[in-house]
Each structure stands twice: as structure tokens, then as C-alpha cells.
């Protein structure tokens, strides 16, 4: 008998969610194409769809923004804890902690589509004010809640970095966040699955989602792509950096390669022209030139292979663009994601849901006589 290694080719479920084609480099959420989404929606109204199934009526969007908003006010005990956390801790750990600690209060919490839907516009408002507080506690500020504005991507950006954003910086946010969004099921959204599949609450499903996308096989590449064209330093010295690290260390490239797209990520592609144009410090311009070059050679390298750059070879260039540190990254990638998982949660309930529980195929030894350690 087989075992699939890391699961690959295995469905988990049916989805009306997000659709890849990885060999023509195309991803739609329902159905629509996500440059078309990136282009004319904002984050409220492609969250909405992603939920409900459909894009708002006016009416509709202003009802969901005012429940994300209900969501900007955190419980003061959040705030503590986020407080108490070491300043240099990373801000996803912080995020995860936050939302561990927000599912005390939800033991009692029994499933329903009503109640799924009321919860996770709430929970998408607390993600915001939780990873802003975040980046205000690593940069010694006050904790605040989020103050309601035009847009999400506005009021997050405004509380997180401490100041007014320009328009420019609240669409390269408003965009990451679409684009982050929802991927169908990499690991974070299966251990997501997972746990809400034993009906544990939203809160820790998605605390369970969070530890998934850490690693730097997931979301954390966004965070070693960006040191790996800061420590190369410069586009003349990615050849020897590429032959030394690459070719003879056989080191793996970091934002490279995706289990499902057998070409370029379509999303890489947004978020290489979104950093070309909000990209305005020498420092930042030298990575990007950097990282254009190491694309070149990558894949000279590795497109007979079929591994392209993915999302996460350029996003961290544009966040920093926008004014993040680079260990806020994976937060970032996970407030975006927080409305693709309560989405698959959400959808998964109204299913007919079943424990997900998989087997493991026995390769120890065979049945042995117990001789009792103390007679050893
Ligand atoms: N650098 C060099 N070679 C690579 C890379 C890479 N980044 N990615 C894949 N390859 C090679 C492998 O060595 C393997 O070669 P082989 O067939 O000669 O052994 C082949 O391509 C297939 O790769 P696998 O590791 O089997 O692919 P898998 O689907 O298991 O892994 C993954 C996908 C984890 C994304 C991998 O490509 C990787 O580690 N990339 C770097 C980390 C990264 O950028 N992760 C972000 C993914 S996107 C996201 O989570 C948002």
C-alpha cells in the first residue's frame, strides 16, 4: 500500500472557494479571475464573496464593514497579553497567542451557518487590530483598537505604522490583502480543517492555522526571500552568490517552487509590479534590482524543472516599501488568509462535516514479549 507523501494529489473537500490552475498559472476566487478582482474590488467586497458566495449590493457591503468593525475593538485582556509579550517577539507568534488566548471565551461556541458568518466578519476585524497592536508593541507604542475609515486596508495601515497612509500605500495594502486571501488548502487552511473538524471553535482552528503558515516552506518565505536578496546585497553578485549557494551547496530558493503551479504564480507577477511602482528608497530599489536578477538566473535554473517564483518572491519587497519590518511578513500573509480560512471553515460546516482522521501505515517491529525495565 501507497502513502502519499506530504499529500500530494489528495482532496480533502469540495469547494466553491478558490480554484487553481497550476499549469496555466490562473487562480479565480468563485469563479472570478483574481487579476480582475485585484484590478476593480477592494478587500471588503472580494471577503464578502468569498463568505456569502456573491459580490455585495451596496447595502450589503455597508452591513459587512460595519461588523468587521465591531471586530476592531479588542477585549482589554487581549491587549494585555499582547502587551505583556516580549518587544522583539515575531509578530506572528503574537498573533497566534492572541487568538489561542480569544478562544477561552468560546468553549460554548456550537456551530451554525448564522453563527459562522456573524463570527468570522468579527474575527476579521480582530485580525486586523491584532496584528497592528503587534507592529505598535514591537515599535514600544501604546495598544489602540483600530479607528473605522474608508477601508480596511486603511484603518489597519493607519494603526499599525502610526501614521496617515497615502493613497498609494492603502492600495498596495488593500491588494496584498486580496491577493493573500484565500489559496484552497495548503497547510495552513488543512490544519485549519483539522481542527475544526473535531468542532473545536473558529478561534482555534485558526490559531492552529496560524502555526501551519509559519514555517518557511509556507508563509514564512516571504521573510527568507527578502533576507536572501538582502544578505546577496546586489544584483553584480547574484551569479557567484546563485553558484556558490545554489548549484554547489544545492541550497533551496527561497519564494521558488509551489506544489500546485508548474509555472509563474499569478500573483507573483501583481506583487512584482505593485513593488516596481510604490518602491521609492535606494535600499528597497537595490533589492528589487537584486531580486530581478536572482529571478533571471533561478529560473535559467530551474524552469526546465518547472519551478517558477512564487507569491512570496516579491511581496515582502512591497511591505517594506510600505513601511513594515520584515518580521512582520508572515503576519501580514496570515491577517490576509484569516478570511480564506474562516471561509473554508465556514464552508466546511455547511457541508456534512466529518472528523478528519487519516491513518498511518505500521513499518515498526513486530509483536514482542514486554521484558519490564527494572529487570533490565
Ligand atoms: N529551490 C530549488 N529547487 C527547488 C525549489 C526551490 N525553491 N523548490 C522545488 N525545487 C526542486 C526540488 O529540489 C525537487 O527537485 P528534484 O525533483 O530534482 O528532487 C523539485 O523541484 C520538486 O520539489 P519538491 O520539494 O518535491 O516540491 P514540493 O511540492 O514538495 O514543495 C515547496 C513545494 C515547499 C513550496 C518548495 O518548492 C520549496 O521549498 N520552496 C521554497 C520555499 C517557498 O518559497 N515556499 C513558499 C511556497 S508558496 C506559499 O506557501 C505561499
Not at 103 to 109: L, R
Not at 170 to 184: F, G, K, P, T
Not at 290 to 315: C, I, M, W
Amino acid at each position: 500500500m501507497d502513502i502519499s507523501s506530504g499529500l500530494e494529489d489528495v482532496y480533502i473537500k469540495h469547494t466553491g472557494l478558490t480554484s487553481i490552475d497550476g499549469e496555466k498559472g490562473i487562480l479565480r476566487y468563485r469563479g472570478y479571475n483574481i487579476n480582475d478582482l485585484v484590478e476593480h474590488s477592494t478587500f471588503e467586497e472580494v471577503a464578502y464573496l468569498m463568505l456569502y458566495g456573491e459580490l455585495p449590493t451596496s447595502e450589503q457591503l455597508r452591513t459587512f464593514k460595519n461588523s468587521v468593525e465591531k471586530g476592531y475593538l479588542l477585549p482589554d485582556y487581549v491587549k494585555q497579553i499582547i502587551s505583556s509579550m516580549p518587544r522583539e517577539a515575531e509578530a506572528l507568534s503574537v498573533y497566534m497567542t492572541a487568538f489561542a488566548a480569544m478562544s477561552a471565551s468560546e468553549s460554548n461556541f456550537k456551530w451554525s451557518p448564522q453563527t459562522d458568518k456573524a463570527k468570522a466578519a468579527e474575527i476579521i476585524g480582530h485580525a486586523a487590530s491584532v496584528v497592528a497592536n503587534a507592529n505598535r508593541h514591537s515599535m514600544g507604542l501604546q495598544l489602540r483598537d483600530l479607528a473605522p475609515s474608508d477601508s480596511y486596508a486603511r484603518s489597519f495601515l493607519e494603526a499599525a505604522l502610526d501614521r496617515k497612509a497615502e493613497q498609494g500605500e492603502v492600495r498596495v495594502m488593500d491588494r496584498a490583502l486580496i491577493l493573500y486571501l484565500d489559496h484552497e488548502v495548503p497547510a495552513s487552511t488543512t490544519a485549519a480543517l483539522v481542527a475544526c473538524s473535531t468542532l473545536s471553535d473558529m478561534y482555534s482552528s485558526i490559531a492552529a492555522a496560524i502555526a501551519a503558515l509559519k514555517g518557511p516552506l509556507h508563509g514564512g518565505a516571504a521573510e527568507s526571500a527578502y533576507t536572501q536578496f538582502a544578505r546577496i546585497g546586489s544584483p553584480e553578485k547574484v551569479d557567484a552568490w546563485f553558484n556558490e549557494n545554489i548549484v554547489e551547496k544545492k541550497q533551496k530558493l527561497m519564494g521558488f517552487g509551489h506544489r500546485v503551479y508548474k509555472t509563474y504564480d499569478p500573483r507573483m507577477k501583481i506583487f512584482k509590479k505593485m513593488a516596481t511602482d510604490i518602491v521609492k528608497r535606494d535600499e528597497d530599489r537595490n533589492i528589487l534590482l537584486t531580486a530581478e536578477k536572482l529571478e533571471e538566473r533561478g529560473v535559467e535554473q530551474f524552469g526546465a524543472k518547472h519551478v517558477y517564483p512564487n507569491t512570496d518572491y516579491y511581496s515582502g519587497i512591497a511591505y517594506r516599501a510600505v513601511g513594515f519590518p520584515v518580521n512582520m511578513f508572515t503576519a501580514l500573509f496570515a491577517l490576509s488568509r484569516t478570511t480564506g480560512w474562516v471561509a473554508h471553515i465556514s464552508e466546511y460546516n455547511e457541508s456534512e462535516p466529518r472528523i478528519m482522521r487519516p491513518r498511518a501505515l505500521y513499518k515498526g517491529p513486530g509483536p514482542r514479549d514486554l521484558a519490564p525495565v527494572s529487570h533490565h
